[in-house]
């Protein structure tokens, strides 16, 4: 029978194993890194001076049609993609463009199969996801993932910041200093300056020059008419007439 290791003998190996572990991780990090100088398989349109793709990349094809800004932070396990598949030829315009200084949070998807564009200073929370192709669901015989997709350009200004999981679907066009909110999903314009939150994404604050931060402008809600008035008797309340109803459209009220 063997002997067994004595308890502080074995927490000292352990202790040992995770140590070697974890610095050969570290390097494995340091050497799988993508920068300018060392660009790996991947031989992107343009890479900018101090850009940094952590280890392990997520799915990255079409890089000839990929353009990195200087001083980009591109997390762990993000996919950057250009074209519907690898291998295809895009033209001779780049498709997706990162400006300098943008920072995109771990496991992140941005996919371009037509032009997608993202100013600078553009921070992403971890896991959001940018698309400028959805599926269509015309036919309902079909199934909805073998139908031909639509696309529609994507643009992303400058200073903008995406929360936690959110989402920016095909047709999108944020303004500048754009916050979304976590999980919020983006369709349509959004203005400069302004908090968009929810699925569909609605403006919640915007900026006004005069007042800062100020709530959306709302419509007020319909006012409610009684049955029986005539369309004399509303033109009279909106220009600030009183409403007289005529004999036997409205109840009379009694004096108080």
Same mark, same amino acid.
């Given at each position: 029978?063997?002997? @067994?290791?004595?308890?502080?003998?074995?927490?000292?190996?352990?202790?040992?194993? $995770?140590?070697?572990?974890?610095?050969?991780?570290?390097?494995?990090?340091?050497?799988?890194?993508?920068? +300018?100088? +060392?660009?790996?398989?991947?031989?992107?349109?343009?890479?900018?001076?101090?850009? #940094?793709?952590?280890?392990?990349?997520?799915?990255?094809?079409?890089?000839?049609?990929?353009?990195?800004?200087? !001083?980009?932070?591109?997390?762990?396990?993000?996919?950057?993609?250009?074209?519907?598949?690898?291998?295809?030829?895009?033209?001779?315009?780049?498709?997706?463009?990162?400006?300098?200084?943008?920072?995109?949070?771990?496991?992140?998807?941005?996919? @371009? !199969?037509?032009?997608?564009?993202?100013?600078?200073?553009?921070?992403?929370? &971890?896991?959001?996801?940018?698309? =400028?192709?959805?599926? $269509?669901?015309?036919?309902?015989?079909?199934?909805?993932?073998?139908?031909? &997709?639509?696309?529609?350009?994507?643009?992303?200004? =400058?200073? =903008?910041?995406?929360? !936690?999981?959110?989402?920016?679907?095909?047709? @999108?066009?944020?303004?500048?200093?754009?916050?979304?909110?976590?999980?919020?999903?983006?369709?349509?314009?959004?203005?400069? !300056?302004?908090?968009?939150?929810?699925?569909?994404?609605?403006?919640? #604050?915007?900026?006004?020059?005069?007042?800062?931060?100020?709530? &959306?402008? #709302?419509?007020?809600?319909?006012?409610?008419?009684?049955?029986?008035?005539?369309?004399?008797?509303?033109?009279?309340?909106?220009?600030?007439?009183?409403?007289?109803?005529?004999?036997?459209?409205?109840?009379?009220?009694?004096?108080?």
């Amino acid at each position: 029978m063997p002997r @067994a290791v004595p308890a502080p003998l074995r927490r000292a190996l352990t202790r040992t194993a $995770s140590r070697a572990v974890h610095r050969a991780w570290n390097r494995l990090q340091e050497a799988g890194a993508v920068t +300018r100088e +060392r660009p790996g398989p991947h031989a992107f349109r343009g890479i900018g001076t101090g850009t #940094r793709l952590a280890f392990p990349q997520g799915t990255v094809f079409g890089a000839p049609w990929i353009e990195l800004g200087a !001083h980009c932070v591109v997390g762990a396990e993000v996919t950057l993609t250009a074209g519907m598949m690898p291998g295809l030829d895009l033209g001779p315009d780049p498709v997706l463009t990162l400006g300098d200084g943008v920072v995109l949070g771990r496991g992140s998807h941005v996919i @371009a !199969h037509s032009r997608v564009t993202i100013g600078d200073d553009v921070f992403f929370g &971890p896991y959001c996801y940018v698309t =400028s192709t959805n599926h $269509s669901y015309d036919d309902p015989h079909e199934p909805v993932g073998k139908q031909w &997709p639509r696309a529609a350009p994507v643009e992303i200004g =400058s200073g =903008s910041w995406l929360g !936690h999981g959110a989402v920016v679907l095909p047709g @999108a066009r944020l303004g500048r200093n754009v916050v979304v909110a976590a999980a919020s999903v983006v369709r349509g314009d959004v203005p400069d !300056h302004a908090v968009v939150a929810g699925a569909p994404a609605r403006v919640v #604050r915007r900026w006004d020059a005069d007042g800062g931060w100020q709530p &959306p402008l #709302r419509t007020p809600p319909p006012v409610p008419v009684p049955e029986g008035v005539t369309a004399e008797q509303l033109l009279a309340l909106a220009e600030g007439d009183a409403l007289v109803p005529e004999p036997g459209t409205l109840e009379e009220r009694p004096e108080r």
